[in-house]
């Protein structure tokens, strides 16, 4: 069974920049699409950034030009790069892989690992 394991959750005030990072245990699902999806209370879980094998990205517009996703797939891991981070931004943060690799679906229903999720506060 893959494990999806992400890092670096916490608070931060408005304007600041966070790190998260994402640790997959087996070298399975190095070629797979990877993603951050984010859930605030009450609203659904949101797709903001879909990795392909290759490393192109699509971001949710909400996120584009404030962060940054990138993969290593020789160390199976992924990080997101926040910048510019809002309060609109406070939600859970879960890591995710596809067994598509390319064309990443932006339906959270298509990734088959998750991990536990971190929690990212931001505060005005």
């Known amino acids: 069974q893959v494990q999806l394991v992400e890092a670096g959750g916490g608070s931060v005030q408005a304007g600041g920049s966070h790190r998260l990072s994402c640790a997959a245990s087996?070298?399975?699902?190095?070629?797979?699409?990877k993603a951050w999806f984010r859930q605030a209370p009450g609203k659904e879980r949101e797709g903001v950034a879909l990795?392909?094998?290759?490393?192109?990205?699509i971001y949710a517009d909400s996120v584009k030009g404030r962060f940054i996703a990138s993969r290593d797939n020789s160390k199976n891991t992924l990080n997101l790069q926040m910048n510019s981070l809002k309060p609109e931004d406070t939600a859970m943060y879960y890591c995710?892989?596809?067994?598509?690799?390319?064309?990443?679906?932006?339906?959270?229903?298509?990734?088959?690992?998750w991990g536990q999720g971190t929690q990212v506060t931001v505060s005005s």
């Open positions: 990795v392909d094998a290759d490393g192109t990205t």
């Open positions: 995710a892989a596809s067994r598509w690799e390319r064309r990443c679906p932006e339906d959270a229903k298509w990734y088959d690992y």
């Open positions: 087996s070298d399975s699902v190095s070629g797979y699409c």
